[in-house]
């Protein structure tokens, strides 16, 4: 199934998500948007996982996010601790209806809703290996700069703005 597909509302669903969890990933990016930290959605890692959602600070630290859109959704995943390995910091993200209790402690909180996002706990810094670094950030380049290709193919007007420019 392709990552991309243009002739939906949401070019980036691939049909995986539920509406809460399409609804959270959108506020925790308008979060990162304003946090100056750009953000690539499901994307592949090299242990064959897919992050719901990747960040990069403006340092080159990893942030990656992982998207819970129910109580059922947080206790039937036991791989959350797999994304370790390829971040500095790892989040949790859900709405109000998914109690922040439930998350573990050793990881950050975002409570989101679909029109921003909010830090309820921050995420404690875990730093990766040099090589995981290198392999994690070269897979966002490469899968981003296909996306925007891909975008601009198909006919997206994607002006580059004032922020980006700085970068």
Known sequence: MPIINLHKEHPLDDGRQSEKALMV????????????????????????????????????????????????????DHKWQDYRAHCDRLYFASHAEVP?????ESCGFILADGFDGYIMRDAPEHRMSAATR??????????????????????????????????
């Open 25 to 76: 990933r959108h506020g925790v990016q308008r979060l990162f948007l304003r946090l100056g930290i750009p953000v690539l959605s499901e994307l592949p890692l090299a242990d064959g996982r897919r992050a719901d959602l990747v960040g990069i600070g403006r340092k080159g630290e990893v942030i990656i996010v992982e998207i819970k859109s129910s109580i059922g959704d947080l206790k039937a």
């Open 100 to 104: 922040m209790e439930l998350f573990p």
């Open 134 to 167: 290198k392999s994690v950030m070269l897979r966002f380049s490469r899968v981003a700069a296909r996306r925007l290709t891909k975008a601009e193919l198909d006919g997206f007007d994607l002006a580059v703005d004032s922020d980006e420019k700085s970068d």
